[in-house]
Structure formats: structure tokens, C-alpha cells
């Protein structure tokens, strides 16, 4: 039962543009989120994470927007630049219960184009 | 500051066989996790271990057992191996300090397992 669906498989998009990639659960209990980047043939990377009580986190030319009512987050990448070709994994977990354990969806490849 | 190191990165087994890798977490981490991501899909979680225990577990049957060493290293085990184990393992460490703990896990380049 997959709880953390990534519903495209690849996005591509130009240099300098935004790339707006999605993610949604169907655990409630679902309360911190957290998006990785992999490369091929390494691990995946952290990238940025949000608390259920926020609703928008933001570092560099990365945001990530939780809507709870919707049960959905998307990381909005602003300029996209080459080197931000990869895949993009959401996570979830459910804090205090799991500890620290992670939901994963599938992916979506992100390709950025010059 | 050496990150999450997992060794072998690849490997080739036969149906039937058994196999044992190894992760050495970030220095500072006390917990290890094990992830197995087949192709197309996201990682999914095995186990975690701490305190040389092993503290929770996924949907994995006991075929997949593991070990962690005083030094906060771990191994991953898997018997009678199938065709089906045949995938990418993942090994991420992060830090509990009792109920003190951290959710940004930090991954190795993990183990390309294939069975054959």
C-alpha cells in the first residue's frame, strides 16, 4: 500500500524556469515530510524537510509547501539549473511513533534543459 | 567528516544463497536504517537498529535480519536468496540519543544486489 504517491515519473523542464514537483499521502498521521535528491549511483540526498504545523519552508532556491486539508506537498525549485537534473524522492514519517522512519514514493526524474 | 559508507557496491549471488553487507554511518550517528529500493521504486524500509537492537521493522520477512556492532556499525543479512532480492540496498544513519532523535536520515551510495 503505497501511503506517499508520486504521481509523475519525470518532469522536464528549461534552465531558469521553476520546476514544481508533487507529492501526496494518505496517512493522517503523516506530521514531517522531507524531499531527497539522487544522483545515479549514490545515495539519496536531503534536500529539505517541513513540520505539519508549517505550512511553507523555504531555503535557497528551494521551497516546499504543505497543504494538510489536501493531504499534499510540492517543491518548487526557482531557477531550475542543469545540476538539478535527478530524481526527486518525497518522504514522510510519523514522529514519536515510527522513529524516524520513511515513507517513500517513487520518484520523479527531474531533467533541466539549457 | 567521513559520511555513510556501505560496502561491497556491488554484488552477484545465486538462488539460494546468502549474503551480508555492511554500512558504517556519519560520525556523530548512532542509528541505522536499512532500505531496499527495487528498480522504478522508491526505497522501502527493512529495519532500524539502535542501541545494538533492532528497534522497529517493515514489511520484510525474516529472511532479512541484520546486526548492529558497538561501534554503531551494522550489517544486513539475507538467506536463501530469490530472484525477487534483487535490487539496491540502502543503509542511512541519523542520531536518537534516547528520545532525542534526528529525521533527516543521511544515505549511503548503497549495494546493487543482483540475483541470479
Known amino acids: 500500500d503505497q501511503q506517499v504517491k508520486q504521481n509523475s515519473p519525470s518532469l522536464s523542464v528549461q534552465e531558469g524556469r521553476i520546476s514544481i514537483l508533487n507529492c501526496d499521502y494518505t496517512?493522517?498521521?503523516?506530521?514531517?515530510f522531507l524531499w531527497y535528491k539522487k544522483y545515479p549511483a549514490e545515495g539519496p540526498t536531503f534536500l529539505i524537510s517541513?513540520?505539519?504545523?508549517?505550512d511553507k519552508n523555504e531555503d535557497g532556491r528551494f521551497t516546499v509547501f504543505l497543504n494538510k486539508s489536501a493531504k499534499h506537498l510540492s517543491l518548487h525549485i526557482v531557477p531550475s539549473q542543469p545540476g538539478d537534473s535527478a530524481v526527486y524522492f518525497c518522504?514522510?514519517?510519523?514522529?514519536?511513533?515510527?522513529?524516524?522512519?520513511?515513507?517513500f514514493g517513487r520518484g520523479t526524474q527531474l531533467t533541466v534543459w539549457p | 567528516d567521513a559520511g555513510v559508507t556501505q560496502s561491497p557496491t556491488h554484488l552477484i549471488k545465486t538462488r539460494g544463497q546468502q549474503v551480508t553487507l555492511r554500512c558504517s554511518p556519519k560520525?556523530?550517528?548512532?542509528?541505522v536504517s536499512w532500505y531496499q529500493q527495487a528498480l522504478g521504486q522508491g526505497p522501502q524500509f527493512i529495519f532500524q537498529y539502535y542501541e545494538e537492537e533492532e528497534r522497529q521493522r517493515g514489511n520484510f520477512p525474516d529472511r532479512f535480519s541484520g546486526h548492529q556492532f558497538p561501534n554503531y556499525s551494522s550489517e544486513l543479512n539475507v538467506n536463501a536468496l530469490l530472484l525477487g532480492d534483487s535490487a539496491l540496498y540502502l543503509c542511512a544513519s541519523s542520531f536518537s540519543h534516547g528520545t532525542l532523535y534526528s529525521y533527516e536520515q543521511y544515505f549511503g551510495p548503497g549495494t546493487r544486489l543482483t540475483v541470479t
Open positions: 560520525s556523530g550517528h548512532d542509528t
Open positions: 496517512n493522517s498521521m503523516f506530521d514531517y
Open positions: 518522504a514522510a514519517s510519523v514522529r514519536g511513533s515510527t522513529l524516524g522512519r520513511l515513507y
Open positions: 517541513i513540520s505539519s504545523i508549517k
